[in-house]
């Protein structure tokens, strides 16, 4: 028989549990974590691989849940209307046909400044002017208020964005079936109904103008009806797209089926006081594309789009599975049903493993944070493990409110964000260390609760505005300011004896170097509020450097005790930090995170873990090392080595100079980040000497060319053309950029190009010609020397057979490929994909590496000297 919903099932890893909801990958991921488990990472197995009916969604070990989207640089031509007048607008050269159903989507950037209603965008047919509008106006609180006109039919206002002077994804869908109407802004639905303009489509010959409403088929525009602001991306389907494909639209990448007008201000007639138009860079989210699925159909894996509804299964280890059954006997429940009766409503559930009903709210979660916390200060008794659990369950609830777009819009933000910091600091008293030893089995220790509190940091920030700089947020009782730290470990009993128990010594060690990390582990202690820290901007979460100044607190001598290291829940993380300065009343810590070869091709930001950051920053050293060792030895033999002059000499000095030199300047860079004026000097050392080394790559396919493409032996001037284009244009590349972009030269985290920006393709452009060209000659060298080989069996033996002519002409294909390869540096190829995952950032990182020996040995070999 089928899985039933809510149905247990043992497997071979442990008990999955069937919720029968089908939910988004995201969603599933954060429905499982909710319940303290996590979404099957392996096949199903057995008898419950029988029973399932459809594919289902697996899980990835390397994506936490509620990862925030990342973001691509779009850049595009913008409409400025700078004031409400009746003289500005954009007209679509091009009449509408019949719709019978419609979306349309823009980016609107809305003046803080305009409070009145304005027309986003208006449709007119020849028999009615109001055939379909988008109305907005900036209400109360700064909200942005929009609402749908479709045959003279208003609909209600309802909050849409904030007018807070940032870019926002508006959309507007309406089919004549039923009439039925949404409005969605920044990828979520604001609005839906029907029976507007039911039953009635629009009529051919429909005139579409942006920023103005028209009274009249094209014209009759007002000033009081005017858009004030700046609009692009407009986009105009004759059908209602999905929420999935909405969102695509929202990440810069619209679809194409059924698309009437794609943003183009060239095939609109532009009001010329709007004109020329602005560029502008839009933060695309990257589109949802593809998460995992098993098929219980063929027993195989498969992907499918991470916003399509799939069922999912929540599984857990046996030995967790049981222990959650036992929290329904643990004591403690009193708690829980304080809290429920005062909320009138179901806020902490007893059974760990049941499912909350219903959605909550902004309004609902704040009121039950406050409830929650009147009891928990009242209560006498330390609060229990069953009633800890459950109020671990709530607050993953809680701040999952805002998961995967944080837009704080309306509602009481702040105040959800102080209930939660109150209710974590009553959660983490020193009573209440025994119920986290209890439950450590499940979630792992107080970290849990950290990571959780972690997440109102994307949801808090969108609320911050140049009016606004910070939000503070603090609880009168010890909480979380009485959470201190040695070195990397907590050492609030709370963290102490929920982690490790009491009494345990660190273990003294014959090491001079271990006996005095001992010493310091016992000596040295920094009293501090900070859980955790991260660098946020518009694209998410950002990998850069970060200087941390921590002032002491004030506090009695005492003998510092020692506590042992946490073992389980996790820890700060000190992987790229050091003390820059120390003060009397202060210290300064630098954090960083270094380049590497993975980011020289990469065309914008790759989030990687800390564990993966180090990882490629230690390879990426040592590959660099031994790349520059091994072309600086190949340069000093062509010097000492008394190799005869020639054009393919001299091509293969220069090649190996700009190489070994651009790979000196790569390690440096790790020390030049402390310093912004060195960092663009070595930025731009390193764009000029990778360029030049490229432009000596290409040189190398030109000589290949001409001789054994186009056998041309005879000497000429051709070395000034090899010089021109080896150093030349580099200098002119890098000259031109440094002059027009020079704030484009450090990158956050990095010395290197700004990703960011545009600048990047001075670098990655010409790399990628001279990939594209080497890559053409290699292909026509290896057709000649497959030709030659051919004629060269022939010659020897007229009738070879069959197997002797396809190893020869294997080795043939093989053997120049093997030899020209890095020499034309085709092996940089792999540095495009860098942004496809941590395995192609380390294959690039490894091939590069080893280019300079194999360089070495391709040279030697060549000039008879291995």
């Not at 138009?277 to 063929?298: A, F, I, K, Y």
């Amino acid at each position: 028989a089928p899985v039933a919903p809510g149905e247990m099932v043992e497997t071979a890893g442990g008990v999955c549990k069937f919720p029968g909801q089908w939910l988004s990958w995201w969603q599933a991921q954060e429905s499982c974590e909710q319940q303290f488990g996590h979404l099957a990472r392996q096949p199903p197995d057995g008898v419950l691989a029988a029973r399932l009916r459809d594919p289902v969604w697996v899980g990835q070990r390397e994506v936490p849940p509620q990862r925030p989207p990342q973001r691509l640089t779009h850049t595009t031509a913008m409409l400025v209307f700078r004031e409400r007048t009746a003289d500005r607008a954009a007209r679509l050269r091009t009449p509408l046909p019949t719709l019978r159903a419609l979306t349309a989507c823009a980016h609107v950037q809305w003046d803080t400044a305009s409070s009145n209603t304005a027309t986003l965008f208006s449709v007119a047919v020849p028999a009615q002017a109001n055939a379909l509008q988008l109305r907005a106006f900036a209400g109360r609180g700064g909200v942005v208020r929009a609402a749908l006109v479709v045959r003279g039919h208003h609909g209600p206002f309802l909050d849409a964005f904030r007018a807070d002077g940032r870019w926002h994804h508006v959309c507007a869908t309406w089919e004549q079936r039923g009439g039925r109407w949404a409005l969605f802004a920044d990828g979520r639905q604001r609005a839906g109904a029907q029976g507007l303009g039911a039953g009635h489509s629009l009529p051919p010959g429909g005139i579409l103008v942006l920023g103005q409403d028209q009274d009249s088929l094209g014209g009759g525009f007002s000033a009081r009806d005017a858009f004030s602001g700046n609009l692009t991306d407009f986009h105009l389907w004759a059908r209602t797209l999905s929420p999935a494909q909405l969102q695509q639209a929202r990440a810069c990448a619209p679809p194409r089926d059924g698309l009437l007008f794609s943003w183009d201000p060239g095939a609109l007639d532009v009001t010329p006081s709007m004109l020329p138009t602005v560029r502008v860079r839009l933060l695309c989210p990257v589109p949802s594309e593809e998460c995992p699925t098993w098929n219980p159909g063929p027993h195989t894996r498969g992907s499918e789009l991470c916003l399509q509804p799939r069922p999912f299964l929540c599984c857990y280890r046996t030995e967790t599975y049981w222990h959650l059954q036992d929290a329904r006997s643990w004591p403690g429940q009193d708690v829980i049903s304080q809290v429920n009766a005062l909320a009138n409503a179901t806020v902490l559930l007893p059974d760990p493993l049941s499912e909350a009903h219903g959605v909550l709210s902004l309004a609902e979660a704040s009121s039950f944070l406050s409830t929650l916390e009147s009891v928990l200060v009242k209560e006498a008794a330390p609060l229990g493990p069953a009633a800890l659990l459950a109020v671990m369950h709530f607050l993953k609830r809680v701040t999952a409110l805002g998961a995967g777009e944080p837009e704080p819009l309306m509602g009481p933000w702040e105040q959800l964000g102080q209930g939660v910091m109150s209710v974590a600091s009553l959660v983490l008293e020193e009573q209440v260390a025994g119920a986290w030893l209890s439950i450590s089995e499940v979630v792992g220790g107080p970290m849990a609760l950290v990571a959780i509190v972690q997440r109102l940091a994307p949801l808090l920030s969108t609320m911050l505005t140049s009016e606004r700089p910070q939000i503070h947020m603090q609880y009168h009782h010890a909480g979380f300011s009485g959470v201190s730290m040695v070195h990397s470990w907590f050492t609030s009993s709370i963290f102490q004896n929920a982690l490790g128990g009491p009494g345990l010594q660190p273990q003294a060690s014959n090491s001079l170097d271990q006996a005095s990390e001992v010493q310091r582990f016992l000596s040295t202690q920094v009293g501090s509020a900070i859980i955790s820290s991260e660098v946020w901007d518009v694209t998410g979460a950002v990998s850069t450097a970060v200087t941390f100044h921590l002032q002491h607190q004030a506090q009695e001598p005492s003998v510092p005790s020692p506590h042992p290291s946490p073992d389980t829940g996790g820890a700060w993380a000190t992987s790229g930090c050091s003390m820059a300065a120390l003060y009397q009343n202060s210290v300064a810590c630098f954090c960083n995170h270094s380049t590497n070869f993975a980011i020289l091709l990469q065309v914008y930001d790759v989030q990687r873990s800390p564990e993966e950051e180090s990882l490629l920053r230690t390879l990426s050293f040592v590959g660099c090392g031994v790349s520059f060792c091994a072309l600086a030895t190949t340069f000093l033999l062509f010097l000492v080595a008394g190799v005869p002059k020639s054009e393919r000499t001299t091509v293969h000095k220069n090649l190996t100079f700009s190489l070994a030199s651009a790979e000196g300047f790569l390690m440096a860079s790790e020390w030049a980040k402390a310093n912004k004026v060195a960092c663009v000097a070595v930025t731009a050392a390193m764009h000029l000497l990778f360029l030049v080394a490229f432009s000596w790559m290409l040189v190398e396919g030109l000589l290949l060319w001409s001789k054994v493409v186009a056998v041309n032996m005879r000497p000429g001037p051709r070395m000034r053309l090899y010089y021109v284009t080896g150093w030349g244009m580099p200098v002119g590349i890098v000259a031109i950029t440094l002059a027009a972009f020079p704030r484009d030269y450090v990158a956050p985290g990095h010395c290197w190009l700004n990703v960011h920006t545009d600048t990047i393709w001075a670098f990655v452009g010409p790399v990628l010609f001279v990939l594209t060209v080497n890559t053409c000659i290699l292909v026509r060298v290896v057709m000649v020397t497959v030709s030659s080989a051919r004629r060269r069996t022939r010659m020897l033996s007229p009738q070879p057979c069959l197997q002797q002519q396809v190893r020869i002409q294997i080795w043939a294909t093989v053997k120049p490929v093997l030899v020209l390869l890095p020499v034309l540096g085709l092996t940089w190829l792999v540095g495009i994909l860098v942004h496809r995952g941590p395995a192609w950032s380390y294959t690039a990182m490894g091939l590069n590496a080893l280019q300079g020996p194999y360089i070495f040995l391709v040279y030697a070999a060549c000039n008879g000297e291995v």
